[in-house]
């Protein structure tokens, strides 16, 4: 869901397995945010995930003046966190890397990161806290919703598919320094 707070005048852009239920709870719950523009259903449309370009287009007034941000992910810990999510669908991870999204997709025009700032989900209790008062939201511990539990996503990669992510998600691995191991 792609949050848009007139009060706080943000607008946060939600990458899939980057923390987005947990921060769905906590902005409706501990928040009380409710002035939601965008949950998924523009002229018809289902998908909750859009990114930063299409808000931008849809919300072009606000996304000039509004803080906008997102949260990013190691590409192979979240490609095999939607592996994990979905194992008992039958679904390979291959066809999960290829029809799923870049986190790039997300954050990028082209070439150009057009967000505000970008958290990190590896340090992303740590960066909220730092973040979150310049959106005029107090620090606040994050939920943990839709943990699915213990599991080394490294079972889920052969050489061939760490290959594939990295090709894939090369900017983001790039940006932000992240590696498979």
Request: without cysteine; hydrophobic residues 35%; proline residues 3%.
């Given at each position: 869901m792609t949050f848009i707070s007139d009060t706080n005048k943000f607008i946060f852009i939600e990458a899939q397995k980057t923390a987005t239920?947990?921060?769905?709870?906590m902005f409706r719950t501990d928040y009380e945010i409710e002035?939601?523009?965008?949950?998924?259903?523009?002229?018809?449309?289902?998908?909750?995930?859009?990114?930063?370009?299409?808000?931008?287009?849809?919300f072009?007034?606000?996304w000039k003046?509004?803080?906008?941000?997102?949260?990013?992910?190691?590409?192979?810990?979240?490609?095999a966190s939607w592996a994990k999510w979905i194992e008992?669908?039958?679904?390979?991870?291959?066809?999960?890397?290829?029809?799923?999204?870049?986190?790039?997709?997300?954050?990028?025009d082209k070439d150009k990161v057009i967000v505000?700032?970008?958290?990190?989900?590896?340090?992303?209790?740590?960066?909220?806290?730092?973040?979150?008062?310049?959106?005029g939201l107090y620090p606040r511990e994050l939920p943990c919703k839709n943990n699915l539990g213990i599991y080394d996503y490294r079972d889920y990669y052969n050489d061939e598919l760490i290959d594939i992510v990295y090709q894939k998600e090369k900017k983001i691995i790039d940006m932000m320094g992240y590696t498979y191991d």
């Open positions: 239920k947990s921060f769905r709870w002035e939601l523009l965008y949950q998924g259903n523009i002229s018809g449309e289902l998908n909750r995930h859009r990114t930063a370009t299409y808000i931008k287009d849809k072009s007034d606000r003046e509004y803080v906008t941000f997102s949260i990013v992910r190691n590409p192979w810990r979240r490609y008992d669908k039958d679904i390979d991870i291959d066809i999960i890397i290829q029809k799923r999204p870049s986190i790039t997709d997300f954050i990028f505000d700032k970008i958290l990190k989900f590896e340090n992303l209790q740590q960066e909220w806290n730092e973040f979150s008062p310049t959106i």
